[in-house]
């Protein structure tokens, strides 16, 4: 019962840092206060998205320690390498997207099943075609979700300034996933409505099941 309570804290300590992070990070770039705190929400922020990502490592020791570098490198880039939390701040963002660019991408290729479609098949069942043919285009429009976001997030920060950049990663971040899984399912009930019993809460938790769908490609 004790565990289950710590692993329940530990896991609503996360949810808090990975939502107060970007908030810190752009305040402290912004006003330019708060810095160190910042960076380390950064560094904790970009150590969860590497655990997040290696979830197909099974050797739990390498994984500790996968994510123990990516801390101590991220801190050291904001706190010691020029005090560069601009760059530091980069890192979560573009680890993030990258491996679920990655997962996604992966599993569009040829003889593979697509990771939305694996989704829906495992909350539906067998899939008609046209379904499978659907959500196997979902997974290559969030495809292009990701690059979006990693293009337009290099783009700014090399030539917007770094307000404008960090209001993009950090604070437009979660709002822009949201619109996106609004939009497909704005779609799908208007295109697909006899066959898309779901509603859009039972959607959103299937997020939940990515990693454990990443999991099963990488065995």
Known sequence: MNGIRVSQLAGGLLVVVMLAAPLATHLALVMQRGAVLAGILVAVQAAFVSWIASSSNLWRASRVCTCGLVFLG??????FAGGDLLVASAVPHAMAYLALLTIFATSLQPGREAIITMLARKARGPLPVAVVRYTRRVTWAWCGFFLAQLFT??????????????????????????????????????RHASRSPERLVDMLQNIRQIRTASISEHR
């Not at 090399?158 to 497909?184: D, K, Q, T």
């Open 153 to 190: 997030s290099l783009l700014l920060l090399l030539f917007a300034r770094p307000e404008v950049w960090s209001l993009f990663i950090n604070l437009f971040n979660l709002p822009l996933i949201g619109a996106m899984f609004c939009a497909e399912y704005t779609y799908r009930q208007w």
């Open 74 to 79: 991220v801190l050291f880039l904001a706190q």
